[in-house]
């Protein structure tokens, strides 16, 4: 590996820091090379035309003298947000808070729903009343969330298990109110509240169709969903196709409580294997095939789209690291997305100013760079529909099946080998997970169970009292085998694997995850030493994950996990990880 640069010299993060106010810092009080340009607009929302300024940085110019470290941190800062929430649109209209408490208890599964008790479903029933009437002009409850609410208490009435069902209080409440909610609600919220009207017994209504053609097709699914059913492959992918339009304005011709009831309803009811297939690959080529790029490995990383809200999060600096060695990576994802809302790939190289607006085609680009050799793309290039989606999901409260399967995406593809690294943390998704890398054709797939659900390894040791079910740093996975690598020819040979990595097997101390608490500037603080060869819980946690990600892959010059560990350490320890980052920031910027 040849020798590089002196790496930037960046100081031990202050780890008692947990919330940093901007600093007002212009270009000439800094000693960076800071270049100012003209940026895109950032939509992030359906319709809502959300707009968040920033600034471009030269990554070209290093920090030579530890006191313009703190500067350069500041003049970061005061471009880009430093807290993850502060990456939410603004013009995103708040969900109803009382409302979305109550989403929180009952839109999920059989197990995990708790019931209202009586005086909660009266003040959740009452608010809904009021802003049907509307009392509610400051507050009101969104068609999404009447959707949302009112689909699971139907799927929990008709489906669920006795101990999730209605409460006695929540039937009490229901009797009291619903007189006065058919008067009120419209004919749409009707139907998802009571679809054959057996529910409630009183009424008679008309049988509700929808309006329009496109609205009536997800009328029909969902009436199928609200009686605890599933749905066919080409049926949900076909209303997917339908209901969302290729240029991410407006949903097309249904009403927003539709189809919040149906996002929520398919994954209260454990989406089958063909559902979670439609969600899955129901946009592929809608904007033309990926691209190829010309590299002999690729990985893609489905971290969940909402981010860390709690821990340090590394994937950005492993993929600079695993592409000094010839391990190309793509990251994805958006900027902000609920319901955690925690920091993310976007924001993070947003911060530091690199351009999070590249197309398939800049990332192929900055993946064949023999000076970069890892890509991010946004949602919100890549998939404009779901982009959209990102308003109405904050309003649905819990994650639809979207939040699986758009972590099982290839933006770009290759003609070499090619790996998918997926996230999860509720037990079930693993198999499910597997399954749509296996249906993506990759040759190789991990999934991992990391801290808040994300798919980095800890170092931390497991607690005692740590919860049943699958433990932290879970692995499993697949490869294919020896020189059967083509899936076409279906005479591949394939090997199952699943470990719980323990870190200290592997020459690592115990040690907690650093905390960033939604701090954007904290966990590139973390990342940028630990790339700086700053030795640390950091620096373990991305040697960890680069070098344990290559041998469970089978990865080139990875069989052997110490020699795997040790091409990770060279690799920062050399600076050419840092570099790498640096010049991803530059060329960013200059891809055509």
């Not at 359906?46 to 471009?56: A, D, K, M």
């Amino acid at each position: 590996m040849s020798s590089l640069p002196t790496p930037i010299p960046i100081p031990k993060p202050d780890t008692s820091r947990t919330c940093i106010k901007s600093a007002s810092f212009s270009n000439s009080q800094c000693r960076l090379c800071l270049l100012s340009r003209q940026r895109k607009p950032v939509s992030l929302s359906i319709g809502i035309g959300c707009r968040l300024s920033s600034s471009v940085f030269d990554a070209r110019s290093s920090l030579e003298q530890p006191d313009l470290v703190e500067e350069t941190f500041m003049a970061w800062e005061s471009r880009n947000p430093a807290i993850s929430s502060m990456y939410r649109c603004p013009k995103i209209p708040r969900p109803n808070q009382v409302v979305l408490e109550a989403q929180a208890k009952v839109c999920t599964g059989p197990e995990q729903t708790r019931p209202l008790t009586e005086e909660q479903a009266v003040k959740v029933l009452d608010t809904i009343l009021k802003s049907a009437r509307g009392e509610l002009k400051d507050d009101e409850v969104s068609k999404a969330q009447l959707g949302a609410f009112f689909a699971a208490m139907t799927i929990r009435a008709h489906t669920f298990p006795e101990t999730t069902q209605w409460s006695e209080g929540e039937r009490h409440a229901m009797n009291l109110f619903w007189p006065h909610l058919v008067q009120a609600l419209p004919p749409d919220v009707i139907f998802i509240a009571d679809p054959e009207g057996t529910i409630m017994g009183i009424g008679n209504f008309p049988r509700y169709t929808g309006q329009g053609m496109t609205e009536m097709r997800l009328v029909g699914a969902l009436r199928e969903v609200l009686a605890g059913g599933h749905l066919g492959y080409e049926e949900v992918k076909g209303v997917l196709s339908d209901v969302l339009p290729l240029g991410g304005n407006e949903l097309q011709e249904v009403n927003e409580s539709l189809l919040a009831a149906f996002l929520i309803g398919q994954r209260m009811n454990r989406e089958t294997a063909r559902e979670l297939k439609a969600y899955c690959l129901a946009f592929d080529d809608v904007l033309g095939p990926p691209p190829i790029a010309d590299v002999r490995s690729l990985t893609h990383y489905g971290e969940p789209y909402d981010g860390n809200s709690r821990f340090f999060k590394s994937t950005l600096f492993v993929a600079a690291v695993r592409a000094c060695y010839g391990e190309s990576c793509i990251l994805h994802g958006v900027e902000w997305m609920p319901p955690k809302g925690g920091v993310t790939e976007g924001q993070l190289l947003k911060f530091i100013g690199a351009n999070t607006h590249l197309s398939p085609m800049q990332a192929k680009t900055l993946l064949e760079d023999e000076d970069v050799g890892f890509a991010y793309v946004s949602q919100r290039e890549a998939h404009p529909q779901l982009h959209s989606l990102i308003g109405l999901r904050e309003h649905i409260k819990k994650r639809p099946p979207l939040a699986t399967s758009e972590k099982v995406q290839q933006f770009v593809r290759t003609l070499g080998k090619e790996a998918i690294v997926a996230g999860f943390y509720h037990d079930g998704y693993e198999d499910s997970l597997l399954m749509l890398m296996r249906r993506r054709e990759v040759h190789a797939g991990l999934v991992v169970k990391g801290e808040e659900g994300s798919l980095a390894l800890t170092t931390k040791p497991r607690s005692v009292n740590a919860s049943k079910g699958v433990s932290v740093n879970h692995c499993a996975g697949f490869r294919l085998l020896g020189r059967s690598n083509d899936y076409s020819t279906g005479g591949f040979s394939r090997i199952n694997f699943s470990i719980d990595v323990n870190a200290q097997d592997y020459g690592f101390e115990p040690t907690d995850t650093p905390r960033t608490d939604r701090s954007v500037r904290k966990n590139v603080e973390l990342g940028l030493a630990a790339l700086s060869g700053e030795k640390g819980p950091a620096y373990d946690r991305i040697v960890l994950n680069a070098g344990m990600v290559d041998h469970l892959l089978g990865c080139e010059g990875a069989e052997d996990v110490q020699a795997a560990l040790q091409r990770a350490r060279e690799a920062i320890d050399s600076g050419e990880a840092l570099n790498r980052l640096r010049n991803f920031i530059k060329i960013s910027h200059k891809v055509k």
